[in-house]
């Protein structure tokens, strides 16, 4: 971070009319509900808070916020409940999860709508801040974190590499719906589009009219994407 963002973030002394954590490294631990509820929640303002950094995703920030937690999950719904404006006319705040430290502080998720579910996280401190857009508008909310234990679909490509028939498996511990997408590596769809499920996991897919080299196979699962490798070697 540049001198001025460090200054903000870090500034030991918050100025005794804005929350005290205004500034990162001042951020309110939060805890993790590990049983799906949000039973444990905390209460929190942004009422005279300043801003400390530019948006990652391009929006205007006004006021924020931060907070911290530890994870050990893969997944996380972080919610705002009880958003209440205290002044101005909008109401919207934004939510932004980071990880690292001041030097490396990469920015994870954002968004503005007031319920997130996360995926893909590792283990370790993670920084949250809640910010609105409008200068002229501060808002009072709760803010809870759901841990879920989500585990992801398992992915069976064989023979992999193969003369040109590949047999594809859908693993996952829940049901779901999946459409497979064969493309080149210029990210071009090369045979139409395969519909998957729960009911039918497994499909036989021929490429045997390609010429060798690597295909990906790109998997869309409830919402989801996830890219695999096949090797055509006839």
Known sequence: LNTERESLILDPSPSPNRPNNDILSHATVLEVNRDGSCRTFTSSTNLNASQSMPS???LDVARDVWFSFENNA???IVKLNDVVSRGGHDST?????????????QTVYSSNSNEHLIYDLSV???FIRVYSKDENAHQSFDICLQELSIDKPEFELYPNPSSGYFTVK???SAPFNATL??????GQQIIDSIEMDHF???KEIDLSGLNNGV????FNVDGERFLEKVVLNK
């Open 56 to 58: 990652a995703i391009g």
């Open 74 to 76: 893969t997944a996380l």
């Open 93 to 105: 705040l934004v939510i932004e999860l980071m990880k690292g430290d001041c030097d490396n502080l």
């Open 124 to 126: 370790g401190t993670y």
């Open 170 to 172: 859908i693993t996952a």
């Open 181 to 186: 997408n064969v493309r080149n590596l210029l």
């Open 200 to 202: 039918f996991p497994t």
């Open 215 to 218: 295909y990906i196979l790109e």
